[in-house]
């Protein structure tokens, strides 16, 4: 099985810079991916790490250490519209299904 | 690219009747597909995964015969809620894949409320 661990809130100001971190345990590790879910939305996908090291994606970037079973993602420049639930999920190898951690609430304000 | 569609947006049933939710992959052929469920405020929980042609493999607590997945084509997976009861009002979303290596695209959800 799979365990995900994130915060569950982090609250910001505009303009700031907000870590998300993420630790695993898995048996299978293959990659570990970050979505978007507004309220009442489904899940966007923002990134996806396979490999060590950091991915950049405009203002958001990913990181990951498979020695250390964790990953961030870094959300720069906050924006109000960035106020939404963010979840890390790890694929393992043979089924490639999706296990979710349990979501961070990020709130932007002004 | 990479547009998943889900129909009903939302639905709202009388206790004991069956509601089914389509998932259809617009623009690519998804050889995988997979069911989730989402209560307010929780993370989202996989329910099945369907692929074409074969029968779905149920997550652990899932009842298969409660929830009848479908996967009868590239394009659509049909989830049958039978015999719903309120317990069973939640987001239910579907994702679909164009294969095992890659990333899974969200359809928009249906929210199933059981009176």
């Known amino acids: 099985g799979q365990s995900l661990e994130q915060p569950s809130e982090v609250t910001a100001v505009e303009g700031a810079i907000v870590q998300i971190n993420c630790t695993y345990q898995?048996?299978?590790?293959?990659?570990l991916s970050w979505y978007q879910q507004h309220d009442g939305g489904a899940p966007t996908f923002l990134s996806y790490?396979?490999?060590?090291g950091l991915e950049e994606t405009g203002r958001f970037s990913s990181f990951l250490s498979r020695s250390d079973s964790y990953g961030y993602l870094l959300l720069q420049e906050l924006q109000m519209k960035d106020s939404a639930s963010y979840f890390c999920?790890?694929?393992?190898?043979?089924?490639?299904?999706?296990?979710f951690g349990a979501g961070t609430t990020v709130t932007v304000r002004a | 690219g990479a547009v998943v569609s889900q129909h009903p947006s939302w639905v709202i049933c009388k206790s004991g009747t069956s509601v089914k939710i389509e998932c259809r992959s617009l623009?690519?052929?998804?050889?995988?597909m997979f069911w989730y469920r989402q209560f307010p405020k929780q993370s989202l929980m996989l329910m099945a995964t369907?692929?074409?042609?074969?029968?779905?493999?149920?997550e652990q607590g899932v009842e298969k015969d409660k929830f009848l997945i479908n996967h009868a084509s590239l394009t659509l997976s049909t989830l049958t809620v039978t015999s719903a009861h309120p317990e069973d009002s939640s987001f239910y979303i579907c994702?679909?894949?164009?294969?095992?290596?890659?990333?899974?695209?969200f359809g928009p959800g249906t929210r199933l409320t059981v009176l």
């Open positions: 790490n396979g490999l060590d």
């Open positions: 369907s692929n074409e042609g074969s029968k779905a493999t149920y």
């Open positions: 999920a790890v694929r393992e190898f043979g089924d490639y299904k999706l296990s």
């Open positions: 994702s679909a894949s164009p294969g095992e290596a890659y990333e899974q695209f």
């Open positions: 623009d690519f052929q998804a050889t995988t």
């Open positions: 898995t048996s299978g590790f293959y990659g």
